[in-house]
């Protein structure tokens, strides 16, 4: 089972920016962002197709995150703009081990086996 860890978490004012990173232990097919508030569901914020690097993203993230990702290294980001108290959460990433799920699954309910230990996130206003 592929191995993640993420890390680029903090404190940020809001407005501010942070980068995620999260890099993978061996290849994967898609990678997906995830985040959590204690007490409510984990949520899905963004994906990106390893193959042809084609990203999704939640409406609420639209415009401000930007997922990428670098094959050499193996190593998928998150770069998050115009940040927002809303945004408060752990964030984890998530690898579909499968050719056959690409970044779109993650944006209609896929989530793979593996997960980061996650990353907190927090934006004061």
């Known amino acids: 089972q592929v191995q993640l860890v993420e890390s680029g978490g903090g404190l940020v004012q809001a407005g501010g920016s942070l980068r995620l990173s999260c890099a993978a232990s061996?290849?994967?097919?898609?990678m997906g962002w995830f985040r959590q508030v204690r007490g409510k569901e984990r949520e899905f914020v963004a994906a990106?197709?390893?193959?042809?690097?084609?990203?999704y993203y939640a409406d609420s993230v639209k415009g401000r995150f930007t997922a990428s990702r670098d094959n050499a290294k193996k190593t998928v980001y998150l770069q998050m703009n115009s940040l927002k108290p809303e945004d408060t959460a752990v964030y984890y990433c998530?690898?579909?081990?499968?050719?056959?799920?690409?970044?779109?699954?993650?944006?209609?309910?896929?989530?793979?086996?593996?997960w980061g230990q996650g990353t907190q996130v927090t934006v004061s206003s």
């Open positions: 990106i197709s390893w193959s042809c690097g084609s990203t």
């Open positions: 998530n690898a579909a081990p499968s050719a056959s799920y690409n970044g779109r699954d993650y944006a209609t309910g896929y989530t793979g086996p593996s």
């Open positions: 061996e290849r994967t097919y898609a």
